[in-house]
Structures are given as C-alpha cells and as structure tokens.
C-alpha cells in the first residue's frame, strides 16, 4: 500500500479521533479523510497541472489538503509564505505552478502580494469556497511508484535562488516508520509544533507521523511563547518539536513552571545547534531533557535523533533504522571512529534530487563501496557506538532560526544597489534565532553610505529573516590570490 493509502487507510480507521486542533478548529481523521476527497474532485476540475501549490498557515487544514492533492495524483509543492514577493514568485514559475490552494490569513497576504508575487495565469483556489457538504466522492489514491515525486520542498540554493527539493513516497514513507519504529510513536500521542508546514521538519515528523499512527496533533500559526505554554497546558502534549531558538522563546514566560511541561516525555529540537545554556536552563526549570535530532530537507529530512533511553549531551543521536552514516576526509576516504570530517548519508530517505537542476544534483551525491551517499556539507564525527555529533559546516551556509540561507543570496541582492562594489555575508550567533546574517560592503568610490536605506533595499527582494541585522562599511574585503572573498577571514564581533 502506497503513503496516502495508508494514510487514508488510518484516518478512515480512527475516523471518530481528533487529528487536529488548531488556532480554528478541531478536526476528526473522518473529516479530514472525507475533505482530502472534496479537494481532490476539485482539484480535477480546475486543472491538469501536475503540481499543485499549497500556501497555508500552520494548521489542520495542511493534512487534508496534501492528502487530497494526492489523491488526485499530483504533487504537492508547499509554499513559503515568509519569502519575498520576488521569491515566491520564482517558486511558482520554477515549479509550473498552475493552481495555488490557499485559505484564511494567506488569502490577505496573496491580495497583499499580487499581481508581483502570483503570475496572471495562476488560479488561487480558496478553500472556504469548496464545498464541502453531502457525501465526499469515495476514492481511492492512486497507486504511485515508490520513485515518484511526492513533495517538491524548496530551501536555500547556493547560486542565490531556491532549489526545489524532490522527496519521493519511498523518501516520506520509510522516514516515517523508521521514526515511528525508532522513538516509539503510538497513537496515544499528542504532539505539539508550530513549525511551518512548507519546511521538512514540520511535514514530516509533526504532519505526516501524527496521521500514520492515529494521533493528535496541536497547531499553531504563529509561535507565540505565552500562547504556546498556555496550549502545553491545556492539552499536556507528550511530544514537543521545535527549534532551538523557541525552546528559548519559552524561557522568557515567566509564569511557566514545571508543572506545565509535566506530561513532555520527547522534546525534540532541529534545524540548528541548540545552546548549552538553553539546554542547561530548560531542563533545571522544567524538568524536560531537550533530545537534539538531525537532518536536511534532502534527506526528508531525519536522520539522526536523541531518545530518552539513547542518548549523549552534545549528539544528535544515532541513525534511524535504515539510514546510514558516514564520515570522509577531502578525498572521500573513509575515517574511523572518532575522527572529524564531512557527513555523508545514505538509505531510503534520501531525496531523488533538485529539480530540473541535474548538475547540482549530480554534485551532492557520490558512490563509496556501491552505495550511493548524500553530501551533507557538515563537519561531524562518529564514535564507536554510533553516536554522532555536528562540529561544524563545510559549506558556507547560515542557520537562521531553522531556516537554510547561503550568503550568496543575501549578497546578490546588495550588489544590485548602485553604491556597493561587493559585500560579503556571515553569521553571527543570536540567543534567539541561532544566527543573524551581518553583512560587509566595498563602496563604489565617492559612494554615500546609508545602512537604513540599504536594509529597505533588501526588503524588497528577501524575506525578513534575510535581511542583514547590521551592514558595514569595510575599506577592503578580503580576497584570495584569485580575487575570490574569504568569508572565513571576517569577524563579526
């Protein structure tokens, strides 16, 4: 059985069972099982594209509109609603978007956003226009190959614009029962997370895992430290997923105590490094372990998890069933135990590839001893046990608040701007988002200086979370003998 006939298998078996809570409403696995049915037939009236873009807050609406556009036997491309118009609108058109599903506060933020953000020939479906009454028309989803595309999730690419990543069935499926199988998910779970539904670590441990064992999932729009202790609780969730700069957040709500977080028995933390002191100060107060975990959007995305009963401080655990883990000096040549290098992963998470981007695909991957692996571009060691732990990145990349962004996007942008000769982005570490980008700028000679004018210039090509926190002026960048500029060589403090 395919991953949506098992999904939709599950929800019709715990039809009577709360899937879903969120900032509207609640919803049954009966409701969403009959909706997915509704969004599929509509969907097949309103176009033949083979994608379908889904642009949706955080909530229970997600589940039964991805399900649907796999029941119509599309592929589901969530979108990033914290991007700029400009990059929105390249994700449509690199994806061949035809039709967005969208509902809710996004209906504003498109009206806000177009016609910049949304081409002409793009029709937005608004789900408060389908209707849902009388008896959904039965169906059953299409039987897939394992290969084919499920998700395509777009991230952070190198060259300055978003890659769209191809997950397949197999890639979400054997992710899923691994974790399932791994850190002991039942349907007697409730699970908590705000995490954006567009980004791996929010589809599929805290969308798709949720429905395949029958449990509760609580969702929130906005992550907004107060509401999010005052959902802990009201419904005592035993599983908790976030990034580390949340689990920070939750430190400054000075009424939480201990007995709120009482029925936590996993939290989970991804998407950056998670600090000492946030680790040291969340488990004193609360009484609550944080498990570190790891993984890319590539790799769909776990593959590495601390659990209760398997873990060390400073690891991000060991592999999930299936996965596997390796560590390669510069020359791919394999390194014991212990020893530093780059982390390659292979197994049937790993993603099918970038779309229509064969070079880079081709770049990301190579064979050792007959296997396929993934370059992660992270710097990591493995003891004997098993037990992995991230020491840093080999490639240039900033982690800001969970989310990928390379410098050269950032750059890109602000060369554009008549006064700047070059700049150079990096990260620069923030108790709140785990990194802020800085950036630093050669001025076009006789140029003025003005670094408020310069962040609104960047506003209007990235999303916030890019825009530098600071933009300063440097007399010289430095530079290989080549003229390439070393970022390696800039201090931010």
């Known amino acids: 059985m395919s991953l949506p006939g098992k999904l939709l298998f599950s929800a019709i078996r715990h039809h009577k069972r709360i899937a879903a809570i969120d900032d509207n409403r609640r919803y049954t696995y ?57 990059e929105l609108r390249y994700v449509i058109e690199d994806a061949g978007i035809e039709t967005i599903i969208s509902a809710g506060p996004m209906l504003e933020f498109l009206k806000d956003a177009r016609p910049h953000a949304v081409p002409d020939n793009v029709r937005v479906l608004k789900l408060e226009e389908v209707d849902f009454s009388g008896w959904p028309p039965l169906r059953w989803p299409p039987r897939p190959a394992g290969e084919d595309v499920a998700v395509i999730l777009y991230t952070s690419g190198t060259s300055g614009r978003p890659k769209g990543v191809m997950l397949t069935y197999r890639n979400l499926e054997s992710n899923v029962e691994a974790a399932v199988e791994y850190a002991r998910f039942s349907g007697a779970d409730t699970f908590l997370g705000v995490l954006p539904q567009f980004h791996s670590f929010g589809l599929t441990p805290l969308t798709l895992l949720p429905m395949r064992v029958g449990a509760t999932a609580i969702y929130s729009a906005r992550f907004v430290p107060r ?11 035993q599983i908790v997923m976030a990034v580390p700069s949340m689990y920070g957040a939750l430190l400054s709500v000075k009424k939480a105590s201990a007995e709120d977080f009482a029925s936590i028995r996993f939290a989970i933390s991804g998407g950056e490094p998670l600090p000492q002191d946030t680790f040291e100060t969340f488990r004193n107060r609360f009484g609550v372990t944080i498990r570190e975990g790891y993984g890319l959007t590539e790799t769909a995305p ?45 197994g049937p998470n790993i993603m099918k590839g970038y779309y229509k981007l064969p070079e880079q695909t081709q770049a990301v991957f190579t064979n ?45 942008v602000l060369n554009r701007h008549d006064a700047i000769q070059d700049s150079a982005v990096i990260g620069k570490n923030d108790g709140m988002r785990g990194e802020v980008p800085i950036a630093f700028v050669e001025l076009v000679d006789g140029a003025a200086f003005d670094a408020a004018e310069m962040r609104n210039w960047c506003r209007e090509s990235l999303a916030q979370f890019k825009v530098p926190r600071e933009i300063r002026v440097i007399d010289a960048l430095p530079r290989n003998p080549t003229g390439k500029i070393m970022r390696r060589q800039i201090n931010s403090d």
């Open 227 to 237: 509401k999010i202790v005052r959902l802990i609780r009201k419904h005592q969730p």
């Open 368 to 412: 050792i001893n007959g296997k396929r692996f993934f370059r992660t571009g992270d710097i990591g060691r493995q003891d004997d046990e098993g037990f992995l732990f991230i020491t840093g990145r080999k490639k240039e990349m900033l982690i800001i608040g969970g989310e990928n962004v390379f410098p050269r996007e950032i750059e890109e």
């Open 30 to 86: 009966g409701q969403i099982a009959g909706g997915a049915m509704f969004i599929a037939e509509q969907i097949d009236q309103v176009t033949d594209c083979p994608r379908v873009g889904l642009l949706l807050p955080t909530s229970g609406a997600f589940p039964m509109l991805l399900l649907g556009t796999w029941l119509a036997g599309r592929v589901a491309v969530p979108l990033n609603y914290l991007l700029s118009a400009d």
């Open 302 to 346: 776990i593959s590495n998890w601390s659990t209760p009963w398997a873990s060390k401080r400073h690891s991000v655990g060991k592999a999930i069933p299936g996965v596997g883990i390796i560590i390669v000096d510069d020359h791919d040549q394999v390194l014991p135990a212990d020893a530093e290098g780059e982390i390659l992963i292979t």
